[in-house]
């Protein structure tokens, strides 16, 4: 003979989300007058999960998982592995050249700035060398007998 805490499962880990055939009898619980308590302990779930089952039915009237906020990620796990080799491959090519090689080999069409912002979440970042300015040979000469006059300088 099952017991009512074997026949519901496992407690679940914080990544995997409860069935909804888990959620009913929370509510069940819940309409039935049972304390929070009490529920967790008959079904082998966590106190603050069976809260928040009970909040979500009080407040949407369904237990139903809702979908994701925000906009899906336009570019997939394989589209930024071809990225991360084609930058490594070579690291002087331009964002439209980058989009416009990913539109020719994965079939991705997106804009450079998508590239560049793809890029800097990955750790690459586009940066100038500083450029030194080449001393001419008249500031040479000018240079010279100020360097030596203060040689020997002390803080």
Partial sequence: MQTASTNIGERTGRSQELSDSKRGPVIGG???NKSICDIS????IPRSTVSG????WKQLGTTATQPPSGRPRHMTGQGQRMLKRTVRRSRQLSA???AKDLQTWCGLQMS???VRRELH???FHGRAAASKPSITKC???????WCKARRHWTL
Avoid: F
């Fill in 30 to 32: 819940h309409l039935g």
């Fill in 41 to 44: 302990w008959l079904l082998n």
């Fill in 53 to 56: 089952i009970i909040t979500k």
């Fill in 96 to 98: 439209e050249s980058i």
């Fill in 112 to 114: 450079p700035t998508t």
């Fill in 121 to 123: 979440g990955m750790g």
């Fill in 139 to 145: 500031n040479a000469k000018r240079r010279m007998p």
